[in-house]
Every structure is written in C-alpha cells, then in structure tokens.
C-alpha cells in the first residue's frame, strides 16, 4: 500500500469526494489524482495540508504506510548515479535511485578550488546532513558560515536558504542527505 491509497482510504471514510479534499487541503486535484493512483507521492507539505483537511494526524498516515522488506538495495559503483552539474566547478551524484519512494536522498558533492554549489531553500520540515570527506568547505546556512575540514559535519534545516563554498587549495568533496528527500 503506497501513500496515496492511504489518502484515498482516509478520504473515502470521511465521505469526502476529491475535489472536497482539494478545496480543503489547498493541494491540486490533479495531484491528488496522481498521489492516489500512485503515479506520485506527495511533499511532506502536501500530506500535512492532507492531513489537517482530513482532521487526522500526519503520524496517523505514516503509520499506515507497510515496512517494506525491500529496504535493502545494493547498488554497484559502475552502475553510476544521476550526475547533476552546479556550475563548471560543483557537481553532485545521486548515490541512491528512486529516491522519489525513498525517506532520504543520499548526495556525492564535489566542488574544485574557488567553487560553491548553487543557493538551495527546500519547504520546511526537510533537514540536511553533510559530512566532509576531503577538502575545506565553508556552508552559509541562513547569515551563519562555517570552516569544515575532511570529518567534519554540519546538520541543519534546509528550509534556510544555503550554499557551500570550497575554502581550501584543492577539490572538495562531501556526503549530503536530505531527509526526507527533498524533491
């Protein structure tokens, strides 16, 4: 059972037709259409919205959700993650596929000497872990920076617009994930 049936089984409880719920929760009826059909899940912004429109709780949708026993997934380094490209000096690599059905998205940053990556602000609730593997970065979070070396982490909302900016003399690369994906 996905998310969307779930919506649909809160929904058809509450006698409440999909364009009801759309008028209610302010989420497109379209959308609505694709998250129950399957086609999509959703934000976490989209399923409060649901969610306070079909007076329940978001726990309450969540723990409807099955645990999966098909949460374990090897993937081969020469498979190759989707690469995405900042600028000509900062690039990352999904080191997960599908993140779409997934709880986190797992990112490889790299950034050479006198690059940043470009200013990010996810919706609220989403949060960011970032650990340093090689090099010096310095993350502008909000009005904040911070210097981190290789071992270094850094955790924090990433509804406050950020960036990460090589400070070192060589390339810089980190382990970024996002919880829950953001996207």
Same mark, same amino acid.
Do not use: W
């Given at each position: ?6 919506? $649909?089984?809160?929904? $058809? ?83 997960? /596929? ?15 000497? %006198? ?26 979070? %909000?009005?904040?920076?911070? %210097? ?9 909302? /990433? ?25």
């Amino acid at each position: 059972m996905h998310v969307g049936q779930i919506i $649909k089984k809160f929904r $058809k409880e509450k006698r409440m037709t999909l364009v009801e719920l759309s008028q209610r929760s302010g989420v497109a009826l379209a959308t609505l259409s694709r998250m129950e059909n399957g086609k999509m899940t959703g934000t976490l912004k989209s399923h409060m919205h649901i969610c306070e429109a079909l007076n329940i709780a978001l726990t309450d949708l969540y723990k409807e959700l099955p645990s999966s026993q098909k949460t374990l997934k090897v993937e081969q380094k020469s498979a190759g993650g989707k690469v995405s490209v900042h600028d000509k000096k900062s690039s990352s690599i999904m080191l997960a /596929s599908g993140v779409k059905n997934k709880k986190m998205m797992p990112l490889l940053i790299t950034i050479v000497k %006198g690059g940043h990556t470009h200013t990010e602000e996810t919706s609220h609730g989403v949060e960011k872990f970032i650990y340093v593997l090689e090099g010096k970065i310095e993350a502008n979070v %909000g009005e904040e920076k911070y %210097g981190l070396g290789a071992g270094d982490t850094i955790y924090f909302d /990433s509804s406050v617009p950020h960036f990460l900016r090589n400070a070192g003399n060589g390339e810089a690369q980190l382990i970024s994930v996002s919880c829950p994906a953001a996207g």
